[in-house]
């Protein structure tokens, strides 16, 4: 009689397994062009590598790039660049490492390699940065959409910021920007730290884009020579990388930006950003800028609740009203505020469709992750439309009756 029980157990266990831990696929993209892909380890030799260890000493970057490509063949690419960052994945967070290792079996929609589409002469170019202790593949169906509509993507791997990066020679870093980080530290301290980190994650961005120089000429081998559109260029990013997005627009060269639900740094360096720009927030993050626009203060239960002080959340508070006078101002250059409804802080990259456990934990809302996908894409495609192909914009003038989750903040 053991044989059957054990048996039932296993199915059941694997049942379980198998709705904790599905094998998705990912969104298709909305475009009618197909889409190629393509890897890029960049060595800058004028920076010194200051959260780890590299070969050279200097700071190593791999970035990924989507684009649009002729009729592909054969089979897509993994989703994953490669599996051993897995188990780099599940300890991020606090999982065992064998945790996530369906996600192998995951395709994207992309081709390796290929011929760029001759659909048009060149393409914009996009640069996008994962938000902190993320990777490049957790924002592939953004990438994916973008390139199917005419676009060249490029996420970077912010190495050493990353759960794990792989490079060519094989080794693989891991995040240690975390530990920059002290609960010890006041919030000055911490401020500071956040500003020095986003500083070298803004210099990725301004190098990466020197990089797109060197592939438009040839001097860097790639199907992209003489396709990429730098007179067109954009970029966005999610949480650190949202801010990073605001940071590195500061560049003349990058036309306009998005940042999906960070919240900013360095802003006592700068003046205003003088270009649109638009702001994509979960319902959480705007419902606490909400407070400190309306002045509200926590009660000492709140404080209490949250694990924090007054004197922290006052300080808080300054900050926040200085980023949302920064959000008021890029508003006045053409961009926008908006917030989605039932969203959270993971419902902006792929990762939302990796379990639903993370819905369980309120790490994702109670959106659909298919759903915020498509309004994400929506929004992304509509604003770099706008402004880099001098089409679309109809959503940003406004509430849209197929998009009734997106609210615009005024």
């Avoid at 290929?114 to 957790?138: D, K, M, T, W």
């Avoid at 990725?204 to 592939?215: A, E, G, P, R």
């Avoid at 802003?267 to 909400?290: A, C, D, T």
Wanted: with cysteine.
């Amino acid at each position: 009689m053991l044989g059957p029980l054990l048996i039932v157990i296993g199915l059941i266990a694997t049942a379980c397994l198998n709705y904790v831990f599905p094998v998705f696929d990912l969104p298709a993209p909305t475009g009618k062009l197909k889409v190629g892909t393509q890897v890029f380890h960049f060595v800058d030799p004028n920076r010194e590598e200051t959260f780890g260890k590299t070969t050279t000493g200097k700071r190593e970057l791999m970035v990924q790039v989507w684009y649009p490509t002729e009729a592909g063949t054969g089979e897509y690419a993994p989703f994953i660049p490669d599996t051993r960052i897995l188990s780099y994945m599940g300890e991020n967070f606090g999982l065992p490492g064998f945790t996530f290792q369906h996600l192998k079996y995951v395709s994207s929609h992309s081709y390796s390699g290929g011929e760029v589409s001759s659909e048009q002469a060149s393409y914009p170019l996009i640069l996008a940065n994962p938000g902190n202790v993320s990777s490049r593949f957790l924002h592939t169906s953004q990438a994916e959409n973008l390139a199917s509509h005419g676009y060249i993507v490029a996420v970077i791997d912010h190495t050493y910021n990353t759960f794990a990066t792989k490079f060519p020679d094989g080794r693989i870093t891991t995040s240690t920007t975390d530990n920059l980080f002290s609960p010890d530290h006041d919030y000055q301290t911490g401020r500071g730290v956040r500003d020095k980190l986003g500083k070298v994650l803004t210099e990725d961005v301004v190098f990466v884009l020197d990089q797109f120089d060197l592939i438009q000429s040839g001097q860097i081998p790639s199907h992209l020579k003489g396709r990429i559109d730098l007179g067109h260029v954009g970029v966005f990013g999610h949480s650190i990388g949202g801010a990073t997005a605001y940071d590195a627009s500061y560049d003349p060269r990058i036309t306009v930006g998005i940042d999906l639900d960070g919240g900013l740094y360095r802003l006592r360096e700068r003046e205003g950003l003088r270009k649109p720009f638009l702001f994509i927030n979960s319902e959480s993050y705007s419902e606490k800028l909400k407070r400190v626009m309306d002045n509200r203060v926590y009660t000492d239960a709140e404080l209490n609740l949250m694990g924090s002080t007054r004197e922290w959340e006052d300080q808080v508070t300054e900050d926040k009203k200085l980023e949302l006078e920064r959000m008021r101002e890029t508003v006045d250059e053409g961009g926008q505020v908006l917030y989605i409804d039932n969203t959270e802080h993971l419902n902006f990259a792929d990762v939302q469709f990796i379990s639903p456990i993370f819905n369980m934990l309120g790490i994702t809302g109670k959106i659909a992750p298919e759903r915020a996908n498509s309004v994400i894409n929506a929004y992304m495609l509509d604003f770099f439309d706008m402004y880099l192909k001098n089409q679309g914009g109809n959503l940003m003038k406004g509430p849209d009756s197929r998009f009734p989750e997106v609210k615009f903040v005024n």
